[in-house]
């Protein structure tokens, strides 16, 4: 999947063509990190930078991450969101970009 492939995946999602499932680690993640759901569609609809999308064998689908502000308390954030031009797309976890920056440095080790 590319950048283009994942953005319009992305369009359908805003547009209400494609209903994302939400993990229950996202679920948890909502609750836990003081997120509330329209968090979740302001990031899609109006994130400011989104990775190249990396096939994830655990969701089963092309992950990508898009860095964005949530609307609640304009908190800096990231939503890993899994993709599939074949089948369901899921929200997979949201958390402050502070912290997704800490845990990716810590992965690279």
Same mark, same amino acid.
């Given at each position: 999947?590319?950048?283009?492939?994942?953005?319009?995946?992305?369009?359908?999602?805003?547009?209400?063509?494609?209903?994302?499932?939400?993990?229950?680690?996202?679920?948890?993640?909502? /609750?836990?990190?003081?997120?509330?759901?329209?968090?979740?569609?302001?990031? /899609?609809?109006?994130?400011?930078?989104?990775?190249?999308?990396?096939?994830?064998?655990?969701?089963?689908?092309?992950? /990508?991450?898009?860095?964005?502000?949530? /609307?609640?308390?304009?908190?800096?954030?990231?939503?890993?969101?899994?993709?599939?031009?074949?089948?369901?797309?899921?929200?997979?976890?949201?958390?402050?970009?502070?912290?997704?920056?800490?845990?990716?440095?810590?992965?690279?080790?």
């Amino acid at each position: 999947m590319t950048r283009k492939d994942a953005e319009h995946m992305l369009t359908r999602i805003r547009a209400g063509e494609i209903q994302p499932y939400h993990t229950k680690h996202v679920r948890e993640r909502l /609750v836990s990190r003081d997120y509330m759901p329209h968090d979740i569609l302001a990031i /899609v609809q109006s994130h400011r930078h989104m990775s190249t999308p990396e096939w994830d064998e655990e969701h089963r689908g092309f992950k /990508v991450e898009l860095h964005g502000k949530c /609307v609640s308390e304009g908190r800096e954030t990231v939503l890993v969101v899994s993709l599939r031009v074949d089948g369901p797309c899921g929200f997979v976890t949201i958390m402050p970009e502070r912290e997704f920056m800490k845990e990716r440095a810590g992965r690279k080790k």
